[in-house]
């Protein structure tokens, strides 16, 4: 599929940044919604998150975003899943909703930007933590260094999604905004589909 095809702004490139708290399917769906879509290019955390994660330094962090957004500007490609961005980062640098402003207008300058939130409600968060902990624990996988338990990093990952639902996604001057409830997409799959559709029509259309 085209971006003719699909409508969209074929003069400014697209960007679609993924956003939620851990155990909400974002990298499944992420990676599923790829293969719709041709003349695209994924960015995980490893480009997203990685090499600021420890970071606390606003200049460095926005120095940094600046010259990812620079690379898609200059990449071949004309659309890119971001899995996770700035967003992230905001409740960790003390929220001040004014140090991304000039991030945010330079998307909305040069770019066709969507912001896509997945939520999960908090029992699903605590089942796909424990499933994730049951089926990854032989690998080595745990959930952080501090071996806290299931229900305390559940607890912690609710917080930070209200902090950011009430906060940060608010206080964004993107237009463009979508959350969606991923509870009801099972292990299986099944729902996958559905999912899938309600993204694609809100990226689509704008």
Request: with cysteine.
């Amino acid at each position: 599929m085209g971006f003719a095809e699909v409508g969209l702004n074929l003069f400014m490139k697209k960007i679609i940044i993924f956003e939620s708290c851990r155990w909400a399917w974002k990298t499944v769906l992420i990676n599923e919604l790829s293969k719709k879509y041709s003349n695209l290019k994924i960015l995980d955390e490893s480009i997203t998150l990685d090499p600021i994660r420890n970071t606390e330094n606003f200049k460095e962090i926005e120095k940094y975003y600046f010259s990812v957004l620079e690379d898609i500007k200059n990449s071949e490609e004309e659309f890119f899943l971001l899995d996770r961005f700035y967003w992230t980062k905001w409740e960790i640098n003390n929220y001040d909703n004014k140090l991304f402003l000039k991030l945010e207008n330079f998307l909305i300058k040069e770019f066709n930007t969507c912001f896509v939130f997945l939520e999960i409600r908090d029992s699903s968060i605590l089942n796909r933590l424990k499933h994730t902990l049951k089926n990854r624990f032989d690998s080595g996988w745990r959930i952080n260094d501090n071996w806290d338990s299931v229900e305390i990093e559940s607890k912690k990952d609710l917080q930070w999604q209200n902090f950011f639902l009430e906060n940060n996604f608010q206080d964004s001057i993107l237009e463009n905004k979508l959350i969606l409830n991923t509870s009801k997409l099972e292990k299986n799959l099944n729902n996958l589909e559905i999912y899938l559709d309600e993204i694609k029509k809100f990226i689509n259309k704008k």
